[in-house]
T-cell receptor, first 112, second 115 residues
């Protein structure tokens, strides 16, 4: 079974609106990362949040981590059409070395 | 810096044929990974390497072999391709740093169709 489950599977919003996607995981982690994948391309790293952090910002991105609930959320503010992509969370498990376990992804569509 | 590159970009194989996918990185990274991506499944780790001359199995290693003869290259081999290996294959690399889950840098992917 997947370590990371994302919710929703698909999200469609208007340009300028905020987009929120969630990730739940099952076991103890060192950090949680979010990646973006444009159609037909490789994944691009967006942000990393460590297990002792609760919130992190990068530009229009805001990530929260709740280790007690084993969940994270990614907020994209003032979305743009160029934000249309799939977004994946990835967890670095405690004792897992340098391996990441990826979730199933959220497909975001931002319409003009 | 080219980053992580993969060849070929696309390949069609017949069942039973063999092929090798090549991944190269110019960032002097210690760790390298091969993933496959199937619809609705996210990325699954096939094999990985923690340094030149080392390889280890990931989540779905059956039907694949790998080699890391040079630090900058990581090869993924399919000895006898099966239709179930139709997928998009991604290579990634990361520096050693803390060894507790660093940012991974991905290649553009190889689309493989096995008929």
């Amino acid at each position: 079974s997947q370590q990371g489950e994302e919710d929703p599977q698909a999200l469609s919003i208007q340009e300028g609106e905020n987009a929120t996607m969630n990730c739940s995981y099952k076991t103890s982690i060192n950090n949680l990362q979010w990646y973006r994948q444009n159609s037909g391309r490789g994944l691009v790293h967006l942000i990393l949040i460590r297990s002792n952090e609760r919130e992190k910002h990068s530009g229009r991105l805001r990530v929260t981590l709740d280790t007690s609930k084993k969940s994270s959320s990614l907020l994209i503010t003032a979305s743009r059409a160029a934000d249309t992509a799939s977004y994946f969370c990835a967890t670095a498990l405690t004792g897992g070395g340098n391996k990441l376990t990826f979730g199933t992804g959220t497909q975001l569509k931002v319409e003009l | 810096n080219a980053g992580v590159t993969q060849t070929p970009k696309f390949r069609v194989l017949k069942t039973g044929q063999s092929m090798t996918l090549l991944c190269a990185q110019d960032m002097n990274h210690e760790y390298m990974y091969w993933y496959r991506q199937d619809p609705g499944m996210g990325l699954r780790l096939i094999h990985y390497s923690v340094g030149e001359g080392t390889t280890a199995k990931g989540e779905v290693p059956d039907g694949y072999n790998v080699s890391r003869l040079k630090k900058q290259n990581f090869l993924l081999g399919l000895e006898s391709a099966a239709p179930s290996q139709t997928s998009v294959y991604f290579c990634a690399s990361t520096p050693r740093t803390s060894g507790r889950g660093e940012t991974q840098y991905f290649g553009p992917g190889t689309r493989l169709l096995v008929l």
